[in-house]
């Protein structure tokens, strides 16, 4: 028996999306969930304009009126250095952010599926594939209320997060030759930033001792338009700190060195506990398709190895796992639908192989303080050049045609060996 054309693994940005692609082209989804909603999750609050391309894609309003802070740009802090960069004029992508908590925003677009046809079971917790006797996946075990619980389908999605239990029920292992982040970030009230206009970046933090003991890693600070601010730091496997250091006790140390009237340094600012997210990065488990089951966003390792940003690839890796999806399954089951399927990894190879190889690089980079140190001494200085560094980090440039900054982006990601 079939219980639906697809089933989707995990209801977080990447599994939604596609289930509400797959639903809007008349499949029959079945999504599974295994928390209830709201819940929390820990990054993702501030999106940039790929991310809010997405969201528009799938019929979101993205106003304020619509629960959401709007962002300008960025504002990047290091060597002495604050600069504001405004999101880069695009005709591919909108010129403006968001921010957002998760706690509603994957509600939100759970939401969205479910209104395009999308059958949302919560409280489900996926435990395993069902294999067939040549080992191809057509359904998955699933846990409710205790009971154990079997769904079949033709096509299997998972988008169950950095966990990838289910890519890993299959033997499909991360692989350490890529990068892997560490994130840590804590909410805090602070009236006179919560209506930032700009994410704001920061290059270098340094402790309350100051000098030139720089802590490892990266920072962030961002409004939510609620009276709260999201404020937390980045640390990659290419820094010796990684999995050497208390990165709770590290964000509070960076906090007590910022001014008392942003109130962080004070915990009773302070909106709840710090919380940690491991961030994998540039296809750090592969392959993304793999006897009927395709991996989407945190689960095939999809997360920006520059800029750490993950919501958008999982979007956009969820809308394109539904697009390949709606083919194959017009086509009979046998060599023509294995063909359509295989695709995905294809595709995803073409779309961000290149530019992942170069951000592999790039964080053995910014994995040193003292490198990074003097790359921001000699870059801050220069707005021209960190236009381009925006750009490059964030992924936002014209694909085809755009200006001399996106001609030499694209010309270096097709460069590039895929990743």
Not at 14 to 35: D, I, N, P
Not at 175 to 183: L, N
Not at 279 to 304: I, W
Request: charged residues 20%.
């Amino acid at each position: 028996m079939i219980d639906a054309d697809v089933i989707v693994v995990g209801a977080g940005p990447g599994g939604s999306t596609a289930a509400y692609h797959m639903a809007q082209h008349g499949l029959s989804v079945l999504v599974l969930e295994k928390t209830q909603f709201p819940r929390e999750k820990v990054c993702g609050d501030g999106l940039t304009p790929r991310a809010v391309k997405e969201l528009i894609r799938m019929g979101v309003d993205t106003s304020p009126k619509g629960g959401w802070l709007q962002n300008k740009g960025l504002r990047v802090i290091g060597g002495g250095m604050r600069l504001e960069l405004d999101w880069p004029d695009l005709a591919s992508f909108p010129n403006y952010g968001l921010t957002r908590t998760r706690l509603d925003f994957d509600q939100l677009l759970a939401d969205k599926a479910v209104e395009a046809g999308a059958n949302l079971r919560t409280g489900h917790n996926v435990t395993g594939p069902i294999l067939d006797a040549s080992g191809r996946v057509v359904g998955v075990t699933a846990v409710h209320e205790g009971e154990t619980k079997e769904f079949r389908a033709p096509v299997v999605l998972a988008a169950d997060g950095v966990s990838a239990r289910f890519a890993l029920n299959l033997g499909i292992n991360k692989r350490e030759d890529r990068p892997m982040g560490v994130a840590v970030r804590q909410y805090f009230h602070s009236p006179s930033r919560h209506d930032d206009e700009y994410l704001e970046s920061w290059l270098e933090l340094r402790s309350k001792e100051g000098g030139d003991n720089l802590l490892p890693g990266y920072g962030w600070i961002f409004g939510l338009g609620d009276g709260r601010i999201n404020v937390g730091l980045g640390v990659l496997n290419s820094s010796v700190a990684f999995g050497k250091t208390n990165y709770r006790r590290m964000l509070g140390d960076w906090l007590a060195n910022t001014p008392d009237d942003w109130g962080l340094s004070d915990p009773a600012n302070a909106d709840g506990d710090p919380q940690g997210a491991a961030l994998p990065m540039g296809f750090n488990r592969v392959p993304h398709y793999s006897r009927g089951v395709l991996l989407v966003g945190d689960s095939g390792g999809m997360v920006n190895p520059f800029n750490g940003e993950g919501i958008a690839y999982a979007m956009e890796s969820g809308a394109l796992a539904a697009e390949v999806a709606v083919q194959a399954l017009s086509r009979p089951a046998g060599p023509l639908r294995e063909r359509a399927l295989a695709h995905y990894s294809t595709e995803l190879k073409a779309r961000y192989g290149g530019y992942y190889r170069l951000g592999n690089m790039f964080v053995k980079v910014i994995g040193n303080p003292h490198l990074m140190k003097i790359a921001t001494q000699h870059g801050m200085p220069r707005p021209m050049l960190m236009k381009f560094v925006l750009k490059l980090l964030a992924n936002l440039s014209e694909p085809r045609g755009g200006d001399a900054m996106d001609r030499v982006i694209n010309a270096l990601t097709r460069i590039a060996p895929a990743a």
